[in-house]
């Protein structure tokens, strides 16, 4: 029996059922903040209570024996109830209102304190005290016990106020435990029965000791409002059998939770309570926290000839379990259309309930039904790096069969059971998940489990007889996925070892209310290289292939694996940051190649993979950034020039052995002269930007910000053949202000085009600034900026470091006088305002709304940049999600002149009077991913039409896509004489 610890989870569930403020991610936006949740504990007192926990039997007279009481070091039921709510109390939240009422038929039905927050005056304090004096006597009054409690909340008991103020629908809970039936209706004579019926106006039976009275009471309050013009003000019961052994009286009490829209647990079987714990979340969830599914967009290589469409889709949860889905669609004309040629997405970018995804049948609007998840073989073929670095091996198989998987691999203790063992790995590779099928709030069928890919995106590599779709999940799985038409299936998956330890927490798979932060797994982006000898873009003829994969929050790792034989992966190496990690994973095996990067904190950035010019030759690397210092950067309130410790960094890697070539912090030559290791203070946590100016094959420059707002370039420098290769630095801007405010931090890829403008060719940076650890955050003012870089070809640097005060604020329009009519205009300013102003000439910057912030890749399209902004919008209501306004703005990268066309039949935005706006709003739900671009077939193997999309929100199309027309792939142009006299003009 595990009664005190089932009860101080049960009572923990149903405290935590509230929407959780989560520790610092982004994804924030899918819960709302803490609310203080109204918690009335309800609890008996009655005779039984002294009892022990152990069933008791009664004389003929209906008298205990001797023996149901408790013994020298035994305890009652009462003594184990206190115990557990110490411990219970203890756990909760400062801000959590809590209350205590008893009741039995011989001591009265009393409000021993109202519902108030822990931190009131010591009010933890005192109901611990009176916790403590509680005594058992008399019988069970669960009907009176409920309609008092039902009173309170109602502002009807002794003359007190109602707890229940403006609100949550589910923040008010009774929580009613009993070890017993109901044996009385009445007290001291006063039947119940009439004020139950006077309150919920329905007939309720005399000769049952208030059973139906107490459903239907319970049924009243949690669907009617219980407060007069407060909406909403509903209150929901959950029940707590405590050491009940009676099946009927159980019965009554599900059957009160069901009628409360609560929950009913029990405190005598573990797998109950975790069923109940899965129950009471997703019933939250769906009643009071559903948002649309996030649906990251990702193009495989092959858009440019194919229609294919895959969607990476999550569903946020109270739980640690989050259900992630793969699903293909097609783009057929200007529209995603479903496997059989239907429309499958409306004009607001929601699935049509009808629509087949490639794999399915009328999946529709449900994530967790049809894709990939549907299709998944069960068991699944799920290796590790166990035992050697073939991963297809037999070793590293997870199953069951394979006794080389020990206790302490998945996160056990040495004390578990051989049989917890097993159901562990048959979890791995054979676990199912329930869910809700019918939006009855009943968890009524098992399908495949399948997590969620929050960040980490598809990518589809070709082989000469098939292709195979890589990604990343939460639960620590990268899944290969066959994406043919008639395929969907996984064919393999691999999960690290390091991984494997995460197995223990999953499965209990706790309400993220009760812990310190979720656990994540691998969701890094995927670089892949392809050597490509025959150029067909397939991996045939005896070609290499590796695959790059980081664990953003997951981790501190990076793992390569060599996917050139598509049945038989092989592990390369891996790259960590954390020497415990490094220590554990080599373990005096020789096989597993191992290296410690000293610094490097979560993996975040994408590996730039590709060759460099390299001590007389070419080298294949990979360059990222030293990661995320999240201890440091996830501090909601830190002012700006705070340092990280790690992350401060960047790499490049062998990418073949995964060997050190070089770090910025100790082999970067600084331009300018100084010691480079002193510029490095922040965490490079973003996608770095590599280019190629001269058609060399090679990377020669790189782009880079951290979350100190500050942009670095480096120039990869070979004189000729026998030189060993030099890479030079410099710190080109730094944007950040002073305090909380001006603590402008950059997470985002930026984004490079070039242009030659009077005879100069210059590198224009875009990127936008933006806390994505708070996307609710409102305190910082951000910015979009673009950034001159004039003198990349000649290796030139601006003299000094460019800060806010040396670009031109363009969100404005200025006055201009015209030299020959003497009259003023207001206009926007044009890049040669900018580059004619000898202070404010190194490029411009928008300034964005109190809140608004850029969270994801800007993108330059034919001189138009292009970024997506989330703004939370916070209301009064803090327990519901923040949807938040997502906007996509649209700017000339010149000179940030805005180019959308404000149709006439739509409002225009406060303050705008010209036809041309900069910015849409979108119906996107959750943080909006950049602008993807697509350029499907036209059946005959050439591009057809353009479509631009966020998400599934379709921006344009076709002839509606102006920007598209004479699109360059390569962000370079001269400007004409034309084109010099117009913007001279403009």
């Excluded at 801000?95 to 008893?102: D, R």
């Excluded at 996984?490 to 999953?506: D, G, H, M, V």
């Excluded at 479509?947 to 076709?958: H, N, P």
Aim: proline content about 3%; charged content about 20%.
């Amino acid at each position: 029996m595990c009664i005190k610890k089932c009860l101080i989870s049960a009572l923990l569930i149903v405290a935590g059922s509230v929407p959780a403020l989560l520790h610092a991610d982004d994804t924030e936006v899918y819960f709302g903040q803490s609310q203080p949740v109204n918690l009335l504990l309800v609890l008996d007192v009655s005779g039984s209570m002294a009892w022990t926990t152990d069933a008791c039997r009664l004389n003929r007279w209906g008298q205990p024996y001797p023996s149901c009481y408790p013994g020298n070091g035994e305890k009652s039921r009462l003594d184990i109830m206190k115990e557990a709510l110490e411990l219970f109390l203890d756990d909760l939240p400062d801000n959590v209102k809590v209350g205590i009422l008893t009741y039995s038929a011989g001591n009265n039905i009393d409000l021993l304190h109202e519902v108030k927050q822990l931190s009131d005056n010591n009010h933890k304090a005192t109901l611990l005290t009176t916790i403590d004096g509680l005594e058992a006597n008399g019988g069970t009054l669960t009907a009176g016990a409920l309609y008092e409690a039902g009173s309170y909340f109602r502002g009807q008991y002794d003359n007190l106020p109602s707890p229940i103020t403006p609100g949550c629908s589910n923040a008010s809970n009774i929580v009613f435990l009993t070890d017993g039936q109901p044996n009385s209706m009445s007290y001291n004579g006063y039947s119940y029965r009439n004020s139950i019926i006077n309150m919920t106006g329905s007939s309720c039976a005399r000769s049952d000791d208030g059973k139906e009275c107490s459903e239907k009471l319970a049924g009243f309050l949690s669907t009617v409002d219980q407060i007069e013009d407060l909406t909403p003000s509903k209150v929901k019961t959950h029940t707590i059998a405590f050491a009940l052994e009676d099946n009927n009286a159980r019965t009554f009490l599900e059957n009160v939770a069901d009628a409360g829209n609560g929950q009913s647990y029990t405190a005598d079987s573990t797998d109950g309570l975790v069923d109940a714990f899965k129950s009471s979340i997703q019933t939250d969830i769906e009643q009071s926290m559903m948002v649309t599914p996030s649906v990251p967009l990702s193009q495989s290589n092959r858009l440019n000839s194919s229609n294919e469409l895959y969607l990476a889709m999550f569903q946020p949860a109270q739980t640690q379990f989050w259900h992630g889905n793969l699903k293909k669609y097609y783009v057929k004309g200007s529209k995603i259309v479903d496997k059989n040629g239907f429309e499958a997405v409306d004009s607001n970018g929601q699935f049509f309930e009808t629509a087949s995804s490639a794999w399915s049948q009328y999946d529709g609007n449900k994530l967790a039904i049809g894709g990939a998840a549907q299709v998944m073989p069960m068991p699944r073929t799920v290796y590790s790096n166990i035992l050697e670095k073939n991963l297809w091996t037999q070793k590293n198989h997870i199953s069951t069969a394979n006794n080389k998987i020990t206790k302490s691999h998945l996160g056990l203790s040495n004390a578990a059971s051989d049989a917890e063992l097993t159901n562990h790995i048959n979890w791995l590779y054979q676990g199912k998940v329930q869910i809700d099928t019918d939006d009855d709030g009943t968890l009524d069928t098992y399908i495949n489990r399948f997590s969620d890919p929050l960040h980490s995106k598809p990518v589809v590599v070709n082989y000469a007889n098939k292709s195979l779709l890589f990604m990343g999940d939460n639960e620590g799985y990268l899944h290969a996925i066959n994406p043919d038409d008639n395929s969907g299936t996984e064919e393999w998956s691999f999960i690290p070892r390091q991984l494997l330890k995460n197995t223990a927490e999953l499965v209990i798979n706790k309400n993220l209310a009760t812990v310190s932060s979720r656990v994540y797994g691998l969701d890094g982006d995927i670089s892949v290289y392809h050597s490509d000898g025959n150029k067909n873009g397939k991996i045939d003829n005896g070609e290499q292939a590796y695959l790059y994969i980081g664990m953003r929050r997951g981790g501190r790792n990076y793992y390569a694996i060599d996917i050139s034989d598509s049945e038989r992966p092989q592990l390369m190496f891996t790259i960590t940051g954390d020497r415990e990690t490094s220590e554990e994973i080599t373990g005096g095996l020789s096989w597993d190649k191992v290296h410690y990067y000293e610094g490097l904190a979560q993996t975040w950035s994408k590996p730039v993979v590709g060759h460099i010019k390299w001590k007389g030759g070419k080298k294949l690397v990979m360059i990222f950034g030293g990661g995320y210092d999240a201890q440091n950067q996830d501090k909601s309130k830190l002012e700006a020039g705070a340092s990280d410790t790690i992350g401060n960094n960047i790499f490049i890697a062998d990418a073949v052995s995964g060997q050190m070539l070089w770090n910025a912090k100790d082999d970067a030559v600084d331009y300018r002269g100084g010691d480079f290791d002193s510029l490095l203070t922040n965490s490079f946590a973003s996608n770095l930007s590599g280019g190629d100016l001269s058609g060399s094959g090679t990377i020669e420059h790189l782009y880079a910000t951290d979350t100190g707002g500050q942009l670095f370039r480096f120039d990869i420098i070979q004189k000729d053949i026998n030189d060993n290769t030099q890479i030079f630095g410099a710190k080109i801007a730094d944007i950040q202000g002073t305090g909380v405010e001006g603590n402008r931090r950059f997470y985002n890829r930026p984004d490079i085009s070039f242009v030659r403008l009077a005879g100069n060719t210059m590198a224009l940076i875009a990127i936008g600034s933006g806390y994505r650890a708070h996307p609710l955050e409102e305190a910082i003012t951000d910015r979009f900026y673009v950034f001159y870089d004039k003198n990349i070809l000649s290796k030139g640097i601006p003299e000094t470091v460019i800060t806010e005060s040396g670009l031109f604020d363009v969100t404005d329009k200025i006055s201009v006088v015209d030299p020959d009519t003497g009259l003023s205009e207001e206009r926007y300013a044009g890049i040669f305002d900018i580059l004619k102003d000898e202070t404010k000439n190194n490029g411009w910057y928008l300034r964005l709304a109190g809140g608004e912030k850029v969270l994801a890749d800007a993108s330059t399209i034919n001189y138009r940049v292009f970024f997506t902004t989330y703004s939370p919008q916070n209301e009064p209501n803090t327990c519901k999600a923040s949807v938040g306004l997502n906007k996509l703005y649209s700017l000339s990268i010149l000179d940030g002149k805005p180019v959308f066309f404000q149709d006439e039949t739509d409002p225009l935005p406060p303050g705008e009077t010209a036809e041309y706006v900069r910015s849409r709003e979108l119906g996107y739900v959750g943080i909006a991913p950049e602008l993807t671009v697509l350029f499907p077939s036209d059946g005959q193997g050439q591009a057809g039409e353009a479509i631009s999309l966020v998400g599934l929100e379709t921006i344009c199309s076709g002839s509606e896509c102006d920007f598209l027309n004479q699109l360059n792939t390569v962000k370079w142009r001269e400007l004409t004489k034309k084109e010099l006299e117009q913007l001279k003009n403009d």
